[in-house]
């Protein structure tokens, strides 16, 4: 193997991955863990994931129904070979199955994008939305986390103890 230096003109080029377009709007995702989670019979998800089915992005609605939950879309996809196109991803809700026994699904996130929050969609909202495909109202506390409890006092002096090093 032979190494050869190169040297350049000027300074390269960085070219890193972005996530939004410059000069777009600095207002990031929010993403909403459920609690208390919204666990849901094999019987009512089935209903909700057919009804996101023939509400497709692909069928001229504005839902992508998924094995993890469902993405909500501003519209219909109308991109070249069946792509978003100028469709914008608004959010999604997530879900896990199995969980917490077989045959339910467990609803543990919501998502809601830049885009999303630019249309004025909420967490609350997209969950109302989603849910609502099948008739599951989702609770008004769902969204809200619990305080957290105080922090043990007696923990944090043992961890600083145990920090100290030595003379």
């Known amino acids: 193997m ?3 230096t190169v040297e350049l003109d000027s300074k390269p080029a960085h070219r890193s991955f972005r996530l939004t377009r ?3 709007s600095a207002q990031p995702a929010v993403a909403t863990q ?10 009512e998800a089935r209903a909700l994931l057919a009804a ?15 094995p993890a939950g469902v993405q909500v879309w501003s519209g219909p996809w109308n991109g070249l070979l069946g792509r978003h196109g100028d469709s914008q991803h608004l959010g999604s809700v997530d879900w896990s199955y199995d969980t917490p026994s077989k045959h339910y ?3 543990y996130r919501v998502m809601v ?12 909202s997209l969950l109302d939305r989603v849910l609502g495909l ?4 989702a609770p008004s506390d769902a969204l809200r986390m619990p305080v957290p409890p105080p922090r043990d006092p007696f923990r ?3 961890l600083r103890a145990r920090t100290v090093l030595p003379d």
């Not at 994008?113 to 609350?124: F, K, L, R, S």
């Not at 099948?134 to 109202?137: A, E, T």
Request: glycine fraction near 16%; aromatic fraction near 2%; charged fraction near 15%.
């Open 2 to 4: 032979t190494v050869h």
């Open 22 to 24: 410059p000069g777009a």
């Open 34 to 43: 459920v609690r208390p989670a919204i666990v849901l019979p094999d019987r």
């Open 52 to 66: 996101a089915e023939r509400q497709d992005v692909g069928r001229g609605g504005c839902f992508s129904a998924g």
């Open 105 to 107: 699904i467990t609803v």
């Open 113 to 124: 994008t830049t885009q999303g929050h630019a249309a004025g969609e909420t967490p609350q």
């Open 134 to 137: 099948s008739g599951v109202q």
């Open 156 to 158: 944090a002096d043992a």
